[in-house]
């Protein structure tokens, strides 16, 4: 029996259900542990042009290609090099994703017409279920609108993208909360290209080498200096001008917040005061839920103090500036 669209259920927690969907070409939204991924068969040239469609996407923007295991990758990439051998064994599944020479059968819809394509198989439980039903590759931007944050609830996909997704897989809230580290090994000397909760050292460690720490050039959009922004203005201060910064953008009128690990003890009356907690870890995880509740709340402006630039705290900060339009980390002396 067909059931009417209007019965469709948007929104459920089977991964045999969006595994079906997507072999019909439909789209998914799935959690992973960093962020909720918008998926589509990655081998359907429809399904991928609904992709960019859904979320305003422009082409030239390339996807990741999620995989349920290591062994997939052949299909994907033209050469796996040793050093992509070691990652994946050290941290797959899990937030790593790799940049690697494409295979020739990647549609180019895909990788945005570059000769690359990102890879990497979440830990997500709920993900791995779905891709090993599904049993291809899953092409999966994060599954928000394109320049807005990225969704860490099932809750965050429907505000988004709301009816023009199949199904949106829900697995609770995403356990790292901002998106996978991105390393590309296409090229001679790894780069990292976006720092995530693995960090530069882990991944030193396991190649055994140093690291280029600022990306040489690249078409990410993750790399423009606006991305990844809350619908307030965000406006980066350091501890000790949170006060100041924030009392000169009330006194324009503005509804301000102030977003730091601790509270300035002169805050200014009217506004507002947000904890990042102090772990870093907890502030990734609650980065993007809280930015989105300071728009709900109908924030102007939020006056961010970022913490410091130590393990996941740097993709903390990188994400930050972005939201401040500022662009990527300045290089490490
Ligand atoms: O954690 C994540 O990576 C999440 C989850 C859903 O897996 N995905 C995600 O996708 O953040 P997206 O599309 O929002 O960001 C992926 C980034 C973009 O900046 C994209 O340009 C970059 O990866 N990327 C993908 N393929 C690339 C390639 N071949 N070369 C350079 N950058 C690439
Ligand atoms: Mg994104």
């Given at each position: 029996?067909?059931?009417?669209?209007?019965?469709?259920?948007?929104c459920g927690?089977?991964?045999?259900?969006?595994?079906r969907?997507?072999r019909?070409?439909?789209?998914v939204a799935?959690?992973t542990?960093?962020?909720?991924g918008?998926?589509?068969d990655?081998?359907?040239?429809e399904a991928?042009?609904?992709?960019f469609?859904?979320?305003?996407?422009?082409a030239?923007?390339?996807l990741?290609?999620?995989?349920?295991?290591?062994?997939a990758?052949?299909e994907?990439?033209?050469?796996?090099?040793?050093?992509?051998?070691k990652?994946?064994?050290?941290?797959w599944?899990g937030?790593?994703?790799?940049?690697l020479?494409?295979?020739t059968?990647?549609?180019?819809?895909?990788?945005g017409?570059q000769d690359?394509?990102?890879?990497?198989v979440?830990?997500?439980?709920?993900?791995?279920?779905?891709?090993?039903?599904?049993?291809?590759?899953?092409?999966?931007?994060?599954?928000?609108?394109?320049?807005?944050?990225?969704?860490?609830?099932?809750?965050?996909?429907l505000?988004?993208?709301?009816?023009?997704?199949?199904?949106?897989?829900?697995?609770?809230?995403?356990?790292?909360g901002?998106e996978?580290?991105?390393?590309?090994?296409?090229t001679?000397?790894?780069?990292l290209?976006?720092?995530?909760?693995?960090?530069g050292d882990?991944?030193?460690?396991?190649l055994?080498?140093?690291?280029?720490?600022?990306?040489?050039s690249?078409?990410?959009?993750?790399?423009?200096?606006?991305?990844?922004?809350?619908r307030?203005?965000?406006?980066?201060?350091?501890?000790?001008?949170?006060?100041r910064?924030?009392?000169?953008?009330?006194?324009?009128g503005?509804?301000v917040?102030?977003?730091s690990?601790?509270?300035?003890?002169?805050?200014?009356?009217?506004?507002l005061?947000r904890?990042?907690?102090l772990?870093?870890?907890e502030?990734?995880h609650?980065?993007?839920?809280t930015l989105?509740?300071?728009?709900?709340?109908g924030?102007?402006?939020?006056?961010?103090?970022?913490?410091?630039?130590?393990?996941?705290g740097?993709?903390?900060?990188?994400?930050?500036?972005?939201a401040?339009?500022?662009?990527n980390?300045?290089?490490?002396?």
């Amino acid at each position: 029996m067909k059931v009417p669209d209007a019965q469709r259920p948007a929104c459920g927690t089977d991964p045999l259900e969006g595994a079906r969907i997507l072999r019909r070409g439909g789209l998914v939204a799935f959690p992973t542990e960093t962020v909720y991924g918008l998926g589509g068969d990655a081998r359907n040239l429809e399904a991928v042009r609904r992709i960019f469609a859904v979320k305003g996407r422009p082409a030239g923007h390339p996807l990741i290609v999620h995989l349920s295991s290591v062994d997939a990758v052949t299909e994907w990439a033209a050469d796996w090099p040793e050093a992509a051998d070691k990652l994946a064994a050290g941290f797959w599944p899990g937030p790593l994703t790799l940049i690697l020479r494409k295979h020739t059968s990647v549609l180019p819809a895909v990788t945005g017409g570059q000769d690359s394509i990102g890879l990497r198989v979440p830990s997500h439980p709920l993900a791995l279920n779905l891709l090993q039903f599904f049993g291809g590759g899953v092409a999966a931007p994060s599954a928000n609108r394109f320049g807005h944050i990225s969704p860490t609830t099932a809750q965050h996909v429907l505000d988004d993208l709301g009816d023009s997704v199949d199904y949106v897989l829900d697995g609770g809230p995403c356990q790292v909360g901002v998106e996978s580290t991105i390393l590309d090994l296409s090229t001679d000397e790894p780069v990292l290209l976006r720092p995530g909760s693995i960090s530069g050292d882990e991944i030193e460690r396991v190649l055994g080498r140093k690291l280029t720490a600022t990306p040489a050039s690249t078409r990410a959009p993750g790399a423009l200096p606006q991305h990844y922004s809350p619908r307030a203005r965000v406006v980066l201060a350091g501890e000790d001008e949170l006060s100041r910064c924030a009392e000169r953008e009330a006194a324009a009128g503005a509804r301000v917040f102030v977003l730091s690990q601790t509270r300035p003890a002169d805050l200014p009356l009217g506004v507002l005061w947000r904890e990042l907690p102090l772990e870093a870890s907890e502030a990734a995880h609650e980065l993007y839920a809280t930015l989105r509740s300071l728009d709900t709340e109908g924030a102007d402006v939020v006056v961010a103090c970022p913490p410091g630039a130590v393990g996941i705290g740097t993709a903390v900060a990188d994400r930050l500036r972005r939201a401040a339009g500022l662009g990527n980390l300045p290089e490490a002396p």
